[in-house]
């Protein structure tokens, strides 16, 4: 148990380097090929900062541990909303940027909805993992052709604002960032992920209730630290556009991967609790969005709805370990 609690701090220690690595080097090498800050920013930061969810989904398929890497992704959007929003919303009332609103929220809307769609049989196969990666394409595409030419691009990517200090780097220096981040990330996957199984055994619990978990809060915790970051230096606006853009890359790429992988068949536990939770954070997420306030906000009592459900819902998994 301690070497495989070691290995998984190691894991996700590493895990954060190397995903920041990667994506300094990736998005370096697009801006040295003469990409446009705006794609960067729609593409590879989106993709960049959700690597460390796709590199253990996909090292967890290839374990044979999917369930594990299914967990992460319903348990990481699940730890997105209630803790990263729960918190950052208690320091300070969150706002609803407008890109949010119009464009984000409404496809965090269709993804959940398509997710249920693909996991209401209780099987995850290659079909429904190529349907949504389909989906994710066409997000994709819509969101680069709306935002070419609008006056509102600093809302829907704040991370262009580090791509600046990016261009420092040589087309050597991109390279070698970019394909170290990627090695270590790809070690790094397979350790916690080695570490997480390791852990599920010795504990006598399914690899599904530690990826609901220990993964998911472990996956969470840069999104956590950048969000609580921008809401201490007053950029309140940006916190939930990364939540939701996150929630929606962990649905049509964290869960999709996995499925084309190795498809596996899931528990019906899986669709109406864990993917039940989901959802109602989600709708309440809406909720807090459109519904209950004259302007869209989370305000701190709002914060503290989404962080106690959090808990709850994590006690709620501890009492049937």
Do not use: C
């Not at 319903?74 to 119009?102: E, K, T």
């Not at 899986?270 to 959802?279: K, N």
């Not at 819902?313 to 049937?320: G, R, S």
């Amino acid at each position: 148990m301690l070497i495989a609690s070691l290995g998984l701090i190691v894991g996700f220690v590493t895990l954060v380097w190397s995903a920041d690595r990667f994506l300094n080097g990736a998005a370096a090498s697009a801006r040295l090929i003469g990409m446009s800050p705006l794609m960067i920013g729609l593409t590879i930061v989106s993709l960049g900062t959700s690597a460390p969810e796709i590199m253990v989904a996909v090292a967890a398929a290839f374990n044979g541990t999917t369930l594990l890497a299914i967990g992460n992704a319903i348990g990481s959007n699940i730890a997105n909303i209630g803790l990263v929003l729960g918190i950052a919303a208690l320091i300070a009332p969150l706002p609803f940027a407008r890109s949010v609103l119009s464009s984000e929220l409404p496809w965090l809307m269709i993804a959940t909805l398509a997710a249920f769609l693909v996991l209401f049989n209780l099987h995850l196969g290659r079909l429904e993992g190529i349907g949504l990666l389909l989906l994710l394409g066409v997000l994709m595409w819509r969101l680069v052709r709306e935002h070419r030419n609008s006056s509102d691009v600093e809302e829907l990517a704040p991370e262009l604002e580090e791509i600046t200090a990016l261009e420092q780097l040589t087309r050597t220096q991109a390279i070698v960032w970019l394909l170290t981040g990627l090695v270590v990330l790809l070690l790094a996957a397979q350790l916690l992920v080695w570490a997480a199984t390791e852990i599920a055994v010795l504990l006598g619990v399914s690899e599904l209730i530690i990826g609901l978990t220990v993964i998911a809060i472990g996956t969470s915790l840069p999104e956590l630290a950048a969000t609580v970051g921008s809401v201490i230096k007053g950029h309140t606006d940006i916190a939930i556009g990364n939540v939701v853009g996150s929630n929606i890359l962990n649905i049509l790429a964290v869960m999709a991967l996995p499925a084309i992988i190795a498809p596996v068949t899931l528990d019906v536990a899986i669709l109406w609790r864990d993917f039940g939770m989901m959802l109602a954070m989600t709708l309440l997420l809406l909720l807090f969005a459109y519904g209950l306030n004259r302007r869209p906000v989370i305000t701190r009592f709002e914060g503290m709805v989404l962080l106690l459900a959090w808990i709850g819902y994590n006690t709620l998994l501890y009492t049937q370990i």
